[in-house]
């Protein structure tokens, strides 16, 4: 499975039904879930971004349908990177010539 790590930032529709955000949060969760991935972390911040998720998708195509999903429901804005583990990093590293 790939790991992607998520900010997320509420849009003005999410900030005014903030306290509906657990419940959100717990279908996105079953969201993904249902496309075979799965959520390991998942913080709320103070600063540039509302939110910080780590999760894990078995592609980059089940990620992508996940972040659209999360975009049409129009709560959430969502900026993804793919994170590469310590082993695959140092594995890139070496093979830089």
């Known amino acids: 499975m790939t790991t992607y790590i998520m900010l997320l930032n509420w849009t003005d529709q999410g900030a005014r039904n903030l306290r509906d955000s657990p419940n959100r949060l717990d279908m996105a969760k079953q969201a993904l879930k249902d496309m075979g991935g799965e959520f390991r972390a998942f913080f709320m911040t103070m600063g540039t971004y509302d939110m910080v998720l780590v999760c894990e998708a078995p592609d980059d195509a ?17 900026e993804t990177l793919k994170a590469f583990p310590e082993a695959a990093y140092r594995e890139i590293i070496r093979s830089v010539s």
């Open 62 to 78: 089940v990620q992508a349908r996940f972040c659209l999903q999360l975009a049409m429901l129009g709560n959430v804005r969502t």
